[in-house]
């Protein structure tokens, strides 16, 4: 496949159209990749977190909307909480990704602000979703799952912050990059 032509503005306006044109699927990626690979892992976090499988822990996202009657729904209730977790991992990385277009820090200090992130998540998910929920319980936590479910919200945070940054990052045009101080 040939390399792409730069692409070149004949007016500041035009330049304006076609860099918001070039970022508009770049945000979408960063939001798609980062929230499906994050929320995918996380499944597999709880997995190890609780000893239970995954089928268990679909159902138990899905008993979100459910409660107890998900256990009596098999496969389909498994799809449903696949499906939610997909969904929230989606908004979850779309909430940071428009954060990171407001605040540059965010994206120059991917990590850090990843981390901070994950914090948020993992407050926000235990103790606003969760008791909203249909399981309108808090969770309790002893000292190791508070730090194994914190490392696993902090590790959704940093994957849904790489995406954003590094999708951001590779967007910038060949013009941005030479006005940049190396």
């Known amino acids: 496949?040939?390399?792409r032509a730069p692409i070149v503005a004949e007016s500041k306006l035009e330049f304006e159209e076609q860099s918001v044109q070039r970022k508009a699927p770049d945000v979408f990626t960063a939001i798609l990749l980062g929230g499906v690979i994050a929320a995918t892992i996380d499944i597999g976090a709880a997995c190890l977190i609780s000893g239970r499988s995954p089928?268990?822990?679909?159902?138990?996202?899905?008993g979100g909307l459910l409660a107890k009657a998900t256990f009596g729904g098999g496969?389909?209730?498994?799809?449903?909480?696949?499906?939610l977790?997909?969904?929230?991992?989606?908004?979850?990385?779309a909430i940071y990704v428009l954060l990171a277009k407001s605040i540059p820090l965010l994206l120059r200090r991917?990590?850090?602000?990843?981390?901070a992130y994950g914090v948020v998540i993992f407050f926000v998910m235990n103790y606003a979703v969760v008791p909203l929920?249909?399981?309108?319980?808090a969770p309790h936590f002893t000292p190791v799952k508070f730090a194994a479910n914190m490392a696993a919200m902090l590790l959704f945070g940093l994957i849904v912050a790489f995406f954003c940054r590094r999708i951001t990052v590779s967007a910038k045009l060949p013009q941005d990059e030479?006005?940049?101080p190396a």
Do not use: D
Not at 85 to 93: F, K, N, P
């Open 85 to 93: 977790q997909e969904a929230m991992g989606l908004l979850i990385a």
């Open 55 to 62: 089928g268990f822990i679909l159902q138990v996202i899905a």
């Open 110 to 115: 991917w990590i850090i602000g990843g981390l």
């Open 1 to 3: 496949m040939p390399p």
């Open 75 to 83: 496969w389909a209730t498994m799809l449903l909480g696949a499906v």
């Open 178 to 180: 030479a006005a940049t």
């Open 133 to 137: 929920s249909a399981w309108k319980s």
